[in-house]
């Protein structure tokens, strides 16, 4: 499980320099605004929008390729058999199989919106540390509890993968397949994964000790302070009037 | 069993938000009134973490193989913890493998987390874990057993609810004027079936881990449980 996400991190573009929060909250916005379009003729804005704003951010194109690989073969039964599955004006057809205008309309709102959305998503967990993105989702009044228990969640998922590594080649050179579905062997599995469990229950007793001892729980252990620019608010600005814009057009086109 | 960017309107997707935020804050609210909610945080956080990867394995059911959710565990075993575990265990698959969205973060945190909450309240119906400390064989065999009982249906209605839940949010998302109604129940029903075995098999697996925690370390189903109100 490699820490992909902090391999562009240290770049330097304009994406790059916005101040987590205000990046988070307008690229966050600007996501909702794209689920929000639902009419083929506001597509091209999407497309457009998300290139440029890729583009700015520097990142290379194999990195968002990869990225929407996995997602996109779940996305991809679906929008496939849209056009076939779906509406009742028929573009084209071969014995009992058609293709409908309006399963196909469906399918490309999907399709784009689905694709522009993981772009910004990259964009705001890519151009910066994930730590830093993290303290940007605190300084944007994530409750206290949520973000230490996402700080530790992120900062043991490592830890803790590459002993279950450990232990799943332990239990291969023992002779164990995981090939064949039986009762035995999902007890096998069961005792696998009820054993990194205990594991982490037993680690989280010691964490909690460091803790404390590191003065955890204190009331004056606050964050170093985010501060913000002109250029932060201004781009926050033009993002929410792409938002805005958006929403307003398809709320025009909805008439 | 993620919602993908995209697929569902911009208005399911605010609601699911909606939902799962009122549900995380009264979950928050829940586990601040208990005495050590303090303490239970870095437990709590580790256990995600846990889940995270043990989710990742591969259970064969040829001609395929499944990931199992572990929502019913995650009830089991965290109780009110669940809904903001099951939320950081979402935005962080979001943020590494871009599973799910950010968009759809809302909607998929209630489609395990109701479902995993739901686990929490049957599990601690039905187990009786209060006597799992009990100095008698005969008395721990029969806790075992029904701790086994209620293992099987927090994980079974873990993912039979979560599954139902799923595909009810991509099936009647889909606007009216391009799918039959027909079609859309028919396709509801024989997605949800085609899911029986991984309900059967989530729920023997979790049996088997809570029997295997109940051998092992005892106080993990104890302990949480005291943390929740």
């Known amino acids: ?255 | 069993m993620h919602i993908p960017d995209g697929l569902i309107p911009a208005t399911v997707a605010i609601g699911g938000y909606a939902v799962a935020g009122a549900l995380t804050a009264y979950s928050i609210k829940r586990i601040n009134q208990s005495d050590n909610a303090q303490e239970q945080i870095p437990k709590v956080a580790l256990l995600t973490a846990a889940f995270f990867i043990t989710s990742l394995i591969h259970i064969p059911i040829p001609p395929t193989s499944i990931h199992p959710l572990l929502s019913g565990l995650m009830g089991a075993l965290l109780g009110w913890f669940a809904m903001p575990a099951i939320l950081i265990g979402l935005l962080l698959q979001a943020m590494i493998f871009g599973h799910g969205g950010i968009t759809t973060l809302g909607i998929n945190a209630v489609i395990l987390g109701v479902p995993a909450i739901l686990a929490h309240l049957a599990f601690q119906s039905f187990s009786g874990k209060q006597k799992l400390f009990s100095q008698d064989e005969d008395g721990k065999k029969q806790i075992t057993r029904r701790l086994q009982i209620a293992g099987f249906l927090a994980g079974a209605i873990g993912v039979g609810l979560s599954v139902l839940m799923f595909y009810g949010f991509i099936i009647f998302t889909i606007p009216a004027d391009i799918i039959d109604p027909a079609a859309e129940r028919r396709a509801t029903l024989i997605l949800s079936l085609s899911h029986l075995p991984l309900l059967l098999v989530e729920g023997a697996l979790t049996a088997m881990l809570v029997s295997y925690l109940s051998r092992v370390k005892p106080e993990l189903l104890r302990g949480l449980s005291e943390a929740r109100a």
């Open chain 1, 1 to 255: 499980m490699k820490q992909e996400l902090d391999a562009y991190a240290h770049l330097d573009s304009p994406l790059h320099r916005w101040e987590n929060r205000y990046k988070i909250a307008g690229l966050f916005l600007l996501a909702f605004a794209f689920a929000f379009v639902e009419d083929v003729r506001l597509l091209p804005a999407l497309v457009v929008i998300t290139a440029v704003l890729f583009w700015l951010s520097n990142l290379p194109f194999s990195f968002l390729s990869g990225r929407l690989k996995i997602p996109g073969l779940i996305l991809f039964g679906i929008v496939v058999s849209l056009p076939f599955l779906s509406g009742s004006t028929v573009l084209a057809s071969l014995g009992p199989i058609s293709i409908k205008q309006e399963g196909v309309m469906a399918a490309l709102i999907i399709a784009v919106r689905f694709v522009c959305i993981i772009t910004l998503s990259l964009l705001i967990f890519s151009t910066d540390t994930l730590v830093n993105t993290l303290k940007g989702m605190i300084g944007l009044r994530m409750p206290p509890i949520l973000a230490d228990m996402v700080l530790l969640t992120y900062r043991y998922i490592f830890d803790l993968s590459a002993s279950f590594r450990t232990t799943q080649t332990a239990v291969r050179l023992r002779g164990f397949q995981n090939n064949k579905l039986s009762g035995g062997k999902l007890n096998t599995l069961a005792a696998l994964m009820g054993n990194l469990i205990v594991r982490s229950y037993e680690q989280s007793e010691r964490v909690y000790k460091a803790m404390i001892l590191r003065g955890y729980g204190m009331t004056d252990a606050n964050p170093a302070a985010l501060t913000s620019t002109l250029t932060d608010k201004l781009w926050l600005a033009a993002i929410l009037l792409l938002a805005i814009g958006l929403v307003s057009a398809q709320l025009f086109l909805n008439l």
